[in-house]
């Protein structure tokens, strides 16, 4: 008895210490891409009112109109004629992972003389979504209380310019709360998916709400276990995404001008891949990764064109595909990479694997392609492999799941736990030249480039950097 009235007494005491520095001192256990714990020490209500205190004091911008939620059902509102939009420049960093979607930084010179100046730092809500760059804003998707909040940001100095807010609020234990898709710009507009699948288009120089719908309601789906994490893929006219939803409901086009459903097509369930354009014999072609295959569907009717089998556990398929050359394309999840070579004989489409293996296990970490070889975060761990063979030519570097993008023949890496390295691309060896502490707290958000400045961020803060010479 007296053994177990001391273990009471030990649980009891354990207990009221873990609340002490829940609530006094705001530990949290958060969960790394490998599911080991890590503590943090950011209380969620006290930042919050230290981002809103923030964005009271910043320095005024010119005055801009006051979004508010329309009472217009899903589309009503897109079926009310719009004013012109103006001609627009091309952005610099329009959609997720650059304009292509290959974490390509292109035509740049970079500095290596690290560590980078800071050009700006500010609070920002929580979530996993990247950033996106046009008209001289930047654009990213956050969790501030109990609202998903698509927010615009002054690029050269980082003050807050509009948000858009909705009811939404997503949680699971390993990610912890918020959205996870990225934004996407096109002609004036900005494409925001939150981790619930609500839709929402925009205009980008306002906020002002175009029109609005949900994704896994028009599909009839449920949401995935870790949320609507692909960003919308707009093309042509047509903003795509996959919302996992049954009988044929795989994936959705909608009218990018009015929200209305284009097509609804395939079969199988939804991932957690951003959808992205390929171009194979000539035919532009609509690249989706499901929890088990990796499919080709026509962009006019969604119908597929090829596909073949690619399992990940959990169901987990959340790397981005890489096109390599007219007819062949490199695929990797938390299993490992394969290269596929597609043919088209009359009006038949053909797939097939040219290897297979096990390395470049790419979690939720996309990998980038630099002549001829293919380099990324296999299992947390930085790797080169070479994509004509499959073999590896190096892995060293223990980054966690973090995100990388490639420039001027270099890795630049967001470690998963804030910080910037810098990689020599080189199939030779691992050579890490630089590295600093570029935020603090877990990090997966990718980073974006824009104007010479590198974007980081993370669930608590977001930062600039001068990279370019």
Sequence with gaps: MRIIRMLAVIAILAAAGWLAMRYVFGMRLELSGSGSPIVSFENPEQHMAELEREREEQPPLPAAPETVEPSAQPNEAAAQPVEPEP?????????????????????VEIR???????????????GYASMIVAEGKLYTIEQRREQEVLAAYDLPTGREVWTHGWDAHFQEVMGGPGPRATPTYAEG?????????????????????????????????????????GA??????????????????????????TGRIVWQSLDGKG??????????????????????????????????????????????????????????????????????????????????????????????????????HVYGLDNGILAAYDVETGERDWKGGRYGFGQLLLADGHLIVLTETGELVLVKATPESHQELARYQALEGKTWNLPAYADGLLLVRNQTEMAAYRLAR
């Design 87 to 107: 001609a627009h420049v091309a952005a610099p960093w329009p959609s997720y992972r650059g304009s292509e979607r290959d974490g390509v930084i292109a035509d």
């Design 189 to 229: 507009r900005v494409f925001a998916l939150g981790a619930k699948g609500n839709l929402r288009c925009l205009r980008a120089s306002n906020g002002e709400l175009l029109w609005k719908t949900n994704i896994l309601a028009d599909a009839g789906a449920d949401n995935l276990e870790w949320g609507m994490a």
């Design 271 to 372: 991932s957690y891949a951003s959808p992205q354009m390929l171009t194979l014999g000539g035919q532009a072609q609509v690249l989706l990764l499901s929890a088990d295959k990796l499919i080709s569907a026509d962009l006019k009717d969604g119908r597929a064109l090829w596909s073949i089998e690619w399992p990940s556990p959990f169901d987990v398929n959340a790397s981005q595909p890489i096109p390599l050359s007219d007819g062949e394309l490199w695929v990797s999840s938390g299993d490992g990479q394969a290269r596929v070579a597609v043919s088209r004989e009359g009006g038949a489409w053909t797939a097939r694997k040219v290897w297979e293996n096990n390395g470049m296990k790419n979690k939720f970490n996309p990998s980038v392609l630099y002549r001829g």
């Design 232 to 257: 919308p893929l707009v093309v042509d006219g047509r903003v795509i995404v996959e919302p996992g939803g049954p009988e044929g409901k795989l994936a959705a086009a909608y009218d990018a001008e």
């Design 112 to 126: 290596t003389d690290w560590p980078l100046e800071e050009a700006w730092r500010t609070k920002v809500g929580g």
